[in-house]
């Protein structure tokens, strides 16, 4: 819960949805994860792969968990739990990735900053065994935002991160899928997204110094071909952060993520309204006989609740499904708001903050 104070009459007014927090208080953190959206239903789960998905996801909240507690930074923490997910062949991500047409791995990962909005990405890696951790390098280490295929592999040797051959990524359960959709495409049948499923990872923290991060990581579609990229390296449609408003990483169908700008829509949206509600809050403030207002309302001092928070996020989300896009995404803001919004039947999620314990989820209706 957050401290929400509203000036009415020049008197302060404390939410009753809200919790104020002493200055004694410990400094709060959050947490939240994904692992991919889609058609994700127990009657297509089995009850061990069930088990295996969500001790990984725990797994990776812990990771991310534990810098956040030892007062590391947002950024840490983020890259800490896509370098876990991106080393479990159960997602879509590093050595999980799913196969292009062509039968090769190729990457894409966008990491950024949010007290700088510094930012970095790379697509079409083929080698580098954390793609998530060079898109930091990009950001961090290059004058550039965005590399590219050999380019980016290129500036992955030079920076001296870890190397392995393509076939290290390959698994026998992405073979399948793609040997599955290219005997669809034989027989004149759609091939476009068997599973329906939508494997990116990311994640969004906020640490306690107020600052947000997000991170995300994917290999994309079965059987993507002509260089196709998604939403999730481009900056502000699959990854944002901004300490004004929020971090996001969403999972989906990247064409529709990329036509709204999802990502860089729902922190805009924040900013939009917290300036309206301070302005609401400003304009009940009474005046002095000389016209002026006698309090001035800083921003400092106000926080949007968690419900309007929510509420910006799943309008976004409705926007996406109107077009016909589907998918989901996760969003923490610098005053501790943490949480997802999705229109598939499942997403695989986690959460963890410093008010609340660790809890992982699979389906719609957790």
Same mark, same amino acid.
């Given at each position: 819960?957050?401290?929400?104070?509203?000036?009415?009459?020049?008197?302060?007014?404390?939410?009753?949805?809200?919790?104020?927090?002493?200055?004694?208080?410990?400094?709060?953190?959050?947490?939240?994860?994904?692992?991919?959206?889609?058609?994700?239903?127990?009657?297509?789960?089995?009850?061990?792969?069930?088990?295996?998905?969500?001790?990984?996801?725990?797994?990776?909240?812990?990771?991310?968990?534990?810098?956040?507690?030892?007062?590391?930074?947002?950024?840490?923490?983020?890259?800490?739990?896509?370098?876990?997910?991106?080393?479990?062949?159960?997602?879509?991500?590093?050595?999980? =990735?799913?196969? @292009?047409?062509?039968? &090769?791995?190729?990457?894409?990962?966008? !990491?950024? /900053?949010?007290?700088?909005? %510094? *930012? #970095?990405?790379?697509?079409?890696?083929?080698?580098?065994?954390?793609?998530?951790?060079?898109?930091?390098?990009?950001?961090?280490?290059?004058?550039?935002?965005?590399?590219?295929?050999?380019?980016?592999?290129?500036?992955?040797?030079?920076?001296?991160?870890?190397?392995?051959?393509?076939?290290?990524?390959?698994?026998?359960?992405?073979?399948?899928?793609?040997?599955?959709?290219?005997?669809?495409?034989?027989?004149?049948?759609?091939?476009?997204?068997?599973?329906?499923?939508?494997?990116?990872?990311?994640?969004?923290?906020?640490?306690?110094?107020?600052?947000?991060?997000? =991170?995300?990581? @994917?290999?994309?579609? &079965?059987?993507?071909?002509?260089?196709? !990229?998604? /939403?999730?390296?481009?900056? %502000? *449609? #699959?990854?944002?952060?901004?300490?004004?408003?929020?971090?996001?990483?969403?999972?989906?169908?990247?064409?529709?993520?990329?036509?709204?700008?999802?990502?860089?829509?729902?922190?805009?949206?924040?900013?939009?309204?917290?300036?309206?509600?301070?302005?609401?809050?400003?304009?009940?403030?009474?005046?002095?006989?000389?016209?002026?207002?006698?309090?001035?309302?800083?921003?400092?001092?106000?926080?949007?609740?968690?419900?309007?928070?929510?509420?910006?996020?799943?309008?976004?989300?409705?926007?996406?499904?109107?077009?016909?896009?589907?998918?989901?995404?996760?969003?923490?803001?610098?005053?501790?708001?943490?949480?997802?919004?999705?229109?598939?039947?499942?997403?695989?999620?986690?959460?963890?903050?410093?008010?609340?314990?660790?809890?992982?989820?699979?389906?719609?209706?957790?």
């Amino acid at each position: 819960m957050r401290r929400l104070i509203v000036f009415l009459m020049g008197a302060l007014a404390m939410s009753t949805q809200a919790i104020a927090q002493d200055a004694g208080d410990a400094p709060r953190w959050t947490l939240v994860i994904h692992g991919g959206a889609g058609v994700i239903e127990r009657a297509g789960m089995t009850p061990e792969r069930e088990a295996s998905i969500r001790t990984s996801l725990s797994g990776a909240l812990e990771a991310g968990a534990t810098v956040l507690r030892e007062g590391g930074a947002a950024l840490d923490a983020v890259e800490a739990v896509v370098r876990v997910l991106e080393d479990d062949p159960q997602f879509n991500a590093g050595r999980g =990735a799913v196969f @292009t047409y062509e039968g &090769t791995i190729e990457h894409d990962a966008a !990491i950024m /900053d949010g007290a700088t909005r %510094g *930012a #970095g990405a790379v697509t079409g890696t083929s080698h580098t065994r954390h793609p998530i951790t060079l898109a930091r390098r990009v950001m961090e280490e290059s004058p550039h935002v965005f590399l590219r295929g050999l380019g980016a592999d290129q500036f992955s040797v030079e920076q001296g991160l870890e190397q392995v051959p393509n076939e290290w990524f390959h698994t026998p359960e992405r073979r399948r899928q793609l040997d599955e959709m290219l005997a669809r495409e034989a027989q004149g049948l759609s091939a476009y997204d068997v599973d329906l499923k939508y494997g990116t990872v990311g994640a969004v923290a906020l640490d306690q110094n107020g600052n947000v991060a997000a =991170a995300t990581s @994917t290999g994309g579609l &079965t059987g993507k071909r002509w260089g196709r !990229i998604g /939403d999730s390296p481009i900056i %502000g *449609a #699959g990854t944002y952060a901004d300490d004004r408003a929020c971090a996001v990483s969403a999972t989906g169908a990247g064409e529709y993520f990329i036509r709204l700008a999802v990502a860089h829509e729902i922190c805009a949206q924040l900013r939009f309204r917290f300036a309206e509600e301070i302005e609401a809050a400003q304009a009940s403030v009474p005046l002095d006989g000389e016209g002026n207002p006698t309090y001035i309302v800083h921003a400092s001092e106000f926080e949007l609740t968690d419900a309007q928070v929510q509420e910006v996020v799943d309008g976004v989300i409705a926007e996406l499904g109107a077009l016909g896009g589907t998918g989901g995404v996760i969003v923490a803001t610098p005053d501790g708001y943490g949480g997802y919004s999705f229109n598939t039947p499942g997403m695989y999620r986690g959460m963890v903050s410093s008010e609340r314990e660790a809890g992982v989820a699979i389906y719609g209706d957790e």
